[in-house]
Protein backbone atom coordinates (compact mmCIF):
# COMPACT_ATOMS: atom_id res chain seq x y z
CA UNK A 1 0.00 0.00 0.00
CA UNK A 2 1.25 2.88 -1.00
CA UNK A 3 1.76 5.42 1.90
CA UNK A 4 0.27 9.09 1.57
CA UNK A 5 2.67 11.68 2.98
CA UNK A 6 0.75 13.77 4.91
CA UNK A 7 2.04 17.60 3.79
CA UNK A 8 2.93 19.21 7.06
CA UNK A 9 3.36 23.19 7.35
CA UNK A 10 6.42 24.57 7.95
CA UNK A 11 6.84 26.22 11.12
CA UNK A 12 5.69 29.69 11.57
CA UNK A 13 8.58 32.17 12.00
CA UNK A 14 6.88 35.05 12.06
CA UNK A 15 8.74 35.87 8.34
CA UNK A 16 5.63 36.37 6.13
CA UNK A 17 8.16 36.85 3.21
CA UNK A 18 8.40 39.99 1.08
CA UNK A 19 5.86 38.50 -1.62
CA UNK A 20 3.26 37.54 0.83
CA UNK A 21 0.13 38.96 -0.04
CA UNK A 22 -0.51 42.26 2.00
CA UNK A 23 2.44 41.96 4.27
CA UNK A 24 5.27 43.58 1.77
CA UNK A 25 4.70 46.89 3.16
CA UNK A 26 3.35 46.16 7.16
CA UNK A 27 6.34 47.62 8.49
CA UNK A 28 5.38 51.00 6.22
CA UNK A 29 1.95 50.96 7.39
CA UNK A 30 2.22 50.57 10.83
CA UNK A 31 4.86 53.58 10.95
CA UNK A 32 2.34 55.28 8.64
CA UNK A 33 -0.58 54.65 11.58
CA UNK A 34 1.88 55.21 14.53
CA UNK A 35 0.09 57.75 16.82
CA UNK A 36 2.87 60.15 17.01
CA UNK A 37 3.74 60.12 13.29
CA UNK A 38 -0.02 61.16 12.55
CA UNK A 39 -0.29 63.74 14.97
CA UNK A 40 2.98 64.86 12.87
CA UNK A 41 1.79 64.77 9.78
CA UNK A 42 -1.79 66.36 10.04
CA UNK A 43 0.39 69.43 12.27
CA UNK A 44 2.61 69.81 8.56
CA UNK A 45 -0.31 69.46 6.86
CA UNK A 46 -2.15 72.39 8.59
CA UNK A 47 1.13 74.47 8.21
CA UNK A 48 1.61 73.87 4.59
CA UNK A 49 -2.57 74.38 3.99
CA UNK A 50 -2.61 77.74 6.30
CA UNK A 51 1.23 78.93 4.18
CA UNK A 52 -0.79 78.59 0.56
CA UNK A 53 -3.74 80.48 2.20
CA UNK A 54 -1.84 82.94 3.01
CA UNK A 55 -0.01 83.00 -0.37
CA UNK A 56 -2.95 83.35 -2.37
CA UNK A 57 -4.35 85.72 -0.05
CA UNK A 58 -1.33 88.16 -0.23
CA UNK A 59 -1.83 88.46 -3.88
CA UNK A 60 -5.66 88.45 -4.18
CA UNK A 61 -5.31 92.00 -2.41
CA UNK A 62 -6.48 95.03 -4.56
CA UNK A 63 -3.56 97.17 -5.62
CA UNK A 64 -0.04 96.51 -7.12
CA UNK A 65 2.60 95.49 -3.78
CA UNK A 66 5.42 97.04 -5.41
CA UNK A 67 3.52 100.29 -6.09
CA UNK A 68 2.40 100.37 -2.37
CA UNK A 69 5.53 99.72 -0.93
CA UNK A 70 7.41 102.81 -3.31
CA UNK A 71 4.99 105.00 -2.26
CA UNK A 72 5.66 104.51 0.77
CA UNK A 73 9.65 104.80 0.76
CA UNK A 74 9.01 107.88 -1.36
CA UNK A 75 7.93 109.64 1.38
CA UNK A 76 11.03 109.44 2.97
CA UNK A 77 12.46 112.08 -0.38
CA UNK A 78 13.55 108.85 -2.29
CA UNK A 79 12.84 109.12 -5.63
CA UNK A 80 10.12 107.04 -7.16
CA UNK A 81 12.42 104.92 -9.70
CA UNK A 82 14.54 104.04 -6.51
CA UNK A 83 11.55 103.22 -4.57
CA UNK A 84 10.34 101.06 -7.19
CA UNK A 85 13.76 98.82 -7.27
CA UNK A 86 14.48 98.72 -3.71
CA UNK A 87 10.36 97.54 -3.32
CA UNK A 88 10.96 94.70 -6.15
CA UNK A 89 14.18 93.50 -4.94
CA UNK A 90 12.72 93.01 -1.52
CA UNK A 91 9.68 91.25 -2.52
CA UNK A 92 10.23 86.95 -2.52
CA UNK A 93 8.71 86.40 -5.66
CA UNK A 94 8.54 88.48 -9.27
CA UNK A 95 5.42 90.08 -9.35
CA UNK A 96 5.01 89.56 -13.44
CA UNK A 97 6.38 85.71 -13.14
CA UNK A 98 3.00 83.10 -13.63
CA UNK A 99 1.40 82.33 -10.24
CA UNK A 100 2.57 78.91 -10.22
CA UNK A 101 6.27 80.04 -10.49
CA UNK A 102 5.48 82.25 -7.89
CA UNK A 103 4.06 79.70 -5.75
CA UNK A 104 6.80 77.41 -6.47
CA UNK A 105 9.49 80.16 -5.28
CA UNK A 106 7.53 80.78 -2.47
CA UNK A 107 7.47 76.99 -1.75
CA UNK A 108 11.32 76.58 -1.70
CA UNK A 109 12.13 79.75 0.17
CA UNK A 110 10.05 78.49 2.63
CA UNK A 111 11.14 75.15 2.92
CA UNK A 112 14.92 76.86 3.12
CA UNK A 113 13.49 79.26 6.04
CA UNK A 114 14.39 82.23 3.07
CA UNK A 115 10.95 84.20 2.98
CA UNK A 116 12.78 87.45 1.34
CA UNK A 117 13.51 91.01 2.65
CA UNK A 118 11.73 92.88 4.70
CA UNK A 119 9.91 96.79 3.22
CA UNK A 120 10.11 98.53 6.42
CA UNK A 121 14.01 97.84 7.38
CA UNK A 122 15.96 97.74 3.87
CA UNK A 123 18.38 94.86 4.16
CA UNK A 124 17.00 92.92 6.94
CA UNK A 125 15.34 89.71 5.55
CA UNK A 126 12.16 88.75 7.39
CA UNK A 127 14.08 85.60 9.05
CA UNK A 128 16.58 87.90 10.65
CA UNK A 129 13.48 89.97 11.43
CA UNK A 130 11.34 87.86 13.53
CA UNK A 131 14.65 85.78 15.09
CA UNK A 132 15.27 89.38 16.65
CA UNK A 133 12.11 90.01 18.03
CA UNK A 134 9.85 86.49 18.87
CA UNK A 135 12.46 85.51 21.54
CA UNK A 136 11.18 88.09 23.43
CA UNK A 137 7.52 87.64 22.98
CA UNK A 138 7.87 83.81 23.97
CA UNK A 139 9.85 84.86 27.01
CA UNK A 140 7.43 86.96 28.10
CA UNK A 141 4.46 85.11 27.04
CA UNK A 142 6.07 81.82 28.83
CA UNK A 143 6.85 83.03 31.67
CA UNK A 144 3.50 84.69 32.60
CA UNK A 145 1.68 81.53 31.38
CA UNK A 146 3.38 79.61 33.70
CA UNK A 147 2.73 81.89 36.36
CA UNK A 148 -0.90 82.12 36.02
CA UNK A 149 -1.25 78.32 35.40
CA UNK A 150 0.68 77.07 38.64
CA UNK A 151 -1.61 79.77 40.84
CA UNK A 152 -4.36 79.19 38.80
CA UNK A 153 -4.41 75.56 39.38
CA UNK A 154 -3.21 75.69 43.33
CA UNK A 155 -6.27 78.21 43.53
CA UNK A 156 -8.51 76.00 41.80
CA UNK A 157 -8.13 73.39 44.57
CA UNK A 158 -8.41 75.72 46.87
CA UNK A 159 -11.71 76.86 45.50
CA UNK A 160 -12.68 73.07 45.27
CA UNK A 161 -11.87 71.83 48.42
CA UNK A 162 -13.47 74.92 50.60
CA UNK A 163 -16.55 75.32 48.13
CA UNK A 164 -19.47 77.44 49.04
CA UNK A 165 -17.01 79.13 51.77
CA UNK A 166 -15.97 82.27 52.07
CA UNK A 167 -12.72 81.89 50.36
CA UNK A 168 -14.54 80.27 47.79
CA UNK A 169 -17.09 82.90 46.81
CA UNK A 170 -14.30 85.78 46.97
CA UNK A 171 -11.74 83.63 44.35
CA UNK A 172 -15.08 82.68 41.79
CA UNK A 173 -15.97 86.24 41.91
CA UNK A 174 -12.44 87.21 40.89
CA UNK A 175 -11.32 85.03 38.57
CA UNK A 176 -14.82 86.00 37.20
CA UNK A 177 -14.00 88.95 36.52
CA UNK A 178 -10.35 88.59 35.58
CA UNK A 179 -11.20 86.41 32.63
CA UNK A 180 -13.66 88.95 31.50
CA UNK A 181 -11.60 91.59 31.05
CA UNK A 182 -9.00 91.26 27.52
CA UNK A 183 -5.78 91.48 28.17
CA UNK A 184 -4.71 94.56 26.52
CA UNK A 185 -7.57 96.28 28.56
CA UNK A 186 -5.78 95.26 31.72
CA UNK A 187 -2.04 96.61 29.99
CA UNK A 188 -3.66 99.82 30.38
CA UNK A 189 -5.19 99.97 33.63
CA UNK A 190 -1.27 98.77 34.82
CA UNK A 191 0.18 101.67 32.93
CA UNK A 192 -2.78 104.28 34.03
CA UNK A 193 -3.15 103.23 37.07
CA UNK A 194 -0.19 101.32 38.37
CA UNK A 195 2.14 104.00 36.70
CA UNK A 196 0.63 107.33 36.42
CA UNK A 197 -1.63 107.13 39.22
CA UNK A 198 -0.84 105.07 41.94
CA UNK A 199 3.08 105.77 40.94
CA UNK A 200 4.41 102.32 41.75
CA UNK A 201 6.75 102.21 38.38
CA UNK A 202 7.68 104.42 35.74
CA UNK A 203 6.03 103.57 32.10
CA UNK A 204 8.88 105.44 30.36
CA UNK A 205 11.53 103.30 32.02
CA UNK A 206 10.04 100.06 31.28
CA UNK A 207 9.34 100.60 27.51
CA UNK A 208 10.84 98.37 25.06
CA UNK A 209 13.03 94.70 26.04
CA UNK A 210 16.84 96.17 27.33
CA UNK A 211 17.96 99.18 28.58
CA UNK A 212 20.40 100.66 26.76
CA UNK A 213 24.01 99.92 27.66
CA UNK A 214 22.95 96.44 28.25
CA UNK A 215 24.60 93.50 26.28
CA UNK A 216 23.08 90.44 25.56
CA UNK A 217 24.47 87.20 27.43
CA UNK A 218 24.03 84.88 30.20
CA UNK A 219 24.93 87.46 33.25
CA UNK A 220 23.07 88.52 35.78
CA UNK A 221 22.66 91.69 34.62
CA UNK A 222 20.99 90.63 31.05
CA UNK A 223 18.45 88.72 32.75
CA UNK A 224 17.32 91.28 35.55
CA UNK A 225 17.12 93.75 33.11
CA UNK A 226 15.29 91.26 31.00
CA UNK A 227 12.71 90.71 33.47
CA UNK A 228 12.41 94.48 34.58
CA UNK A 229 11.58 95.47 30.84
CA UNK A 230 8.93 91.89 30.52
CA UNK A 231 7.32 92.69 34.11
CA UNK A 232 4.46 94.75 33.14
CA UNK A 233 3.57 92.02 29.86
CA UNK A 234 4.33 89.13 32.42
CA UNK A 235 1.75 90.44 34.84
CA UNK A 236 -0.93 91.37 32.31
CA UNK A 237 -0.24 87.61 30.54
CA UNK A 238 -1.25 86.54 34.56
CA UNK A 239 -3.89 88.46 35.02
CA UNK A 240 -5.62 87.73 31.68
CA UNK A 241 -5.35 84.08 31.87
CA UNK A 242 -5.40 83.19 35.80
CA UNK A 243 -9.06 83.68 35.95
CA UNK A 244 -10.09 80.97 33.58
CA UNK A 245 -7.62 78.92 35.05
CA UNK A 246 -8.90 78.86 38.87
CA UNK A 247 -12.85 78.26 37.44
CA UNK A 248 -11.76 75.25 35.09
CA UNK A 249 -9.16 73.42 38.27
CA UNK A 250 -11.83 74.57 40.33
CA UNK A 251 -14.43 72.28 38.02
CA UNK A 252 -12.21 69.38 37.47
CA UNK A 253 -11.15 68.96 40.89
CA UNK A 254 -14.82 69.43 42.15
CA UNK A 255 -15.80 66.51 39.36
CA UNK A 256 -12.54 64.12 40.75
CA UNK A 257 -13.47 64.52 44.41
CA UNK A 258 -16.51 63.01 43.56
CA UNK A 259 -14.95 59.70 42.24
CA UNK A 260 -14.57 56.18 44.40
CA UNK A 261 -11.25 56.18 43.95
CA UNK A 262 -10.87 59.27 46.08
CA UNK A 263 -13.82 57.76 48.56
CA UNK A 264 -11.62 54.53 48.43
CA UNK A 265 -8.56 56.63 49.64
CA UNK A 266 -9.85 58.07 52.45
CA UNK A 267 -11.52 55.04 53.81
CA UNK A 268 -7.94 53.49 53.28
CA UNK A 269 -6.86 56.48 55.70
CA UNK A 270 -4.52 58.06 53.26
CA UNK A 271 -3.26 61.80 54.64
CA UNK A 272 -5.39 64.32 52.87
CA UNK A 273 -1.97 65.77 51.25
CA UNK A 274 -1.37 62.10 50.02
CA UNK A 275 -4.84 62.40 48.31
CA UNK A 276 -4.67 65.54 47.18
CA UNK A 277 -1.43 65.19 45.49
CA UNK A 278 -1.73 61.61 44.12
CA UNK A 279 -5.08 61.06 43.32
CA UNK A 280 -7.03 64.32 43.08
CA UNK A 281 -4.73 66.85 41.52
CA UNK A 282 -2.76 64.64 39.36
CA UNK A 283 -6.05 63.20 37.72
CA UNK A 284 -7.56 67.07 38.01
CA UNK A 285 -5.03 68.15 36.11
CA UNK A 286 -4.84 65.52 33.25
CA UNK A 287 -8.10 66.79 31.02
CA UNK A 288 -6.31 69.91 31.04
CA UNK A 289 -3.07 69.61 29.30
CA UNK A 290 -4.47 69.67 26.35
CA UNK A 291 -5.70 73.72 27.40
CA UNK A 292 -2.21 74.45 28.73
CA UNK A 293 -0.57 74.02 25.38
CA UNK A 294 -3.52 75.70 23.38
CA UNK A 295 -3.61 78.86 25.75
CA UNK A 296 0.20 79.25 25.26
CA UNK A 297 0.08 78.97 21.32
CA UNK A 298 -2.93 81.74 21.06
CA UNK A 299 -1.22 84.28 23.55
CA UNK A 300 1.14 84.78 21.00
CA UNK A 301 -1.31 85.79 18.17
CA UNK A 302 -2.82 88.07 20.93
CA UNK A 303 0.60 89.62 22.21
CA UNK A 304 0.21 92.58 19.56
CA UNK A 305 -2.26 94.37 21.45
CA UNK A 306 -0.35 94.03 24.67
CA UNK A 307 2.84 94.80 23.14
CA UNK A 308 1.39 97.65 21.23
CA UNK A 309 0.16 99.36 24.56
CA UNK A 310 3.40 98.57 26.81
CA UNK A 311 5.87 99.18 24.21
CA UNK A 312 6.84 96.41 24.36
CA UNK A 313 9.41 95.14 21.72
CA UNK A 314 8.24 91.79 20.55
CA UNK A 315 6.75 90.34 17.83
CA UNK A 316 3.33 91.76 18.05
CA UNK A 317 4.73 95.17 17.72
CA UNK A 318 6.42 93.84 14.76
CA UNK A 319 3.23 92.28 13.01
CA UNK A 320 1.42 95.74 13.54
CA UNK A 321 4.11 97.58 11.78
CA UNK A 322 4.45 95.38 9.09
CA UNK A 323 0.54 96.03 8.91
CA UNK A 324 0.58 99.67 8.84
CA UNK A 325 3.98 99.73 6.50
CA UNK A 326 2.56 97.02 3.85
CA UNK A 327 5.13 94.96 4.54
CA UNK A 328 3.81 92.11 2.98
CA UNK A 329 7.02 89.47 3.13
CA UNK A 330 7.02 90.46 6.40
CA UNK A 331 3.42 90.13 7.61
CA UNK A 332 3.17 86.90 5.27
CA UNK A 333 6.30 85.20 7.72
CA UNK A 334 4.93 86.41 10.66
CA UNK A 335 1.53 85.17 10.02
CA UNK A 336 3.09 81.60 9.10
CA UNK A 337 5.06 81.53 12.65
CA UNK A 338 2.28 82.87 14.65
CA UNK A 339 0.31 79.91 13.25
CA UNK A 340 3.23 77.13 13.01
CA UNK A 341 3.14 78.38 17.15
CA UNK A 342 -0.65 77.25 17.25
CA UNK A 343 -0.09 74.11 16.02
CA UNK A 344 3.10 73.12 17.45
CA UNK A 345 1.44 74.16 20.93
CA UNK A 346 -1.43 71.95 20.22
CA UNK A 347 1.20 68.92 18.90
CA UNK A 348 2.99 68.94 22.03
CA UNK A 349 -0.67 68.61 24.28
CA UNK A 350 -1.77 65.88 22.12
CA UNK A 351 1.34 64.02 21.86
CA UNK A 352 2.55 65.07 26.11
CA UNK A 353 -1.34 63.89 26.85
CA UNK A 354 -0.99 60.64 24.98
CA UNK A 355 2.15 59.87 27.83
CA UNK A 356 0.35 60.71 30.52
CA UNK A 357 -3.01 58.92 29.59
CA UNK A 358 -1.71 56.02 26.73
CA UNK A 359 -5.30 54.96 26.48
CA UNK A 360 -6.06 57.42 23.83
CA UNK A 361 -3.46 55.57 21.37
CA UNK A 362 -6.03 52.82 21.11
Known amino acids: MATELA ?49 FLGRAMPGDPIDVMA ?132 PIELRGTLSPGVESGFTLTFIGDAFYHAALPII ?21 LGEDYVTVARARGLRDRRIATAYVGRNAVLPLVAQIAISFGTLVGGAIFVEQVLVYKGVGGLLLDAVNYRDYPLLQGLLIIITSCVVIANLVSDLLYSRLDPRIQK
Open 7 to 55: AVPPPDTGDTGPLAPGTSFSLPRRFWNDYVFVKVRKAVFVVFVVANVTF
Open 71 to 202: GRLTQGGMSMNEARAIAMNSLAYDVDAPLYQQWWDFFVGLVTLDLGSTINRPGLSVTEAIGAYLPWTLFSIGVGTLIAITLGLTLGMIMAYRRNKAIDHVLSVLASVLGAIPNYLIAMLLVVGGGMYLGWFN
Open 236 to 256: TYVLAIIGTWMLVMKASTTEV
